[in-house]
């Protein structure tokens, strides 16, 4: 099966950045469509952005687009979630997801394969 690992997470101040990687093992991760998700306590998970397979296409939600930057390398195969301009609402444990197939990314349905999770905490 894929294995997942995130990393990168912290505690920062709010405006400072921060780079997310996620290492997939156990797979052909060049086939896999990736997305990053974040949950804060009591809430449920939300979309923060995706990429396909080649890279080709991203998507983000409303929330972190201009700040946040989804890319891939595949000869490595992680992917990184570049986080600038951080706020103290990013603060959640953020996950990485893998998925075989297109579809609606913005869900979290369709992922078959889920990360540990990282915490990123922003303070005011």
Known sequence: QVQL????GGLVQAGASLRLSCVASG???STYNMGWFRQAPGLEREFVGA????GGSTYYADSVKGRFTISRDNAKNTVYL?????KPEDTAVYYCAARL???TY????????WGQGTQVTVSS
């Open 101 to 103: 197939y297109a579809g």
């Open 82 to 86: 570049q986080m600038n301009s951080l």
């Open 27 to 29: 797979g052909t991760f």
């Open 51 to 54: 990429i396909t397979w080649s």
């Open 5 to 8: 690992v995130e990393s990168g």
């Open 106 to 113: 913005t869900y979290t349905s369709g992922y078959s394969y």
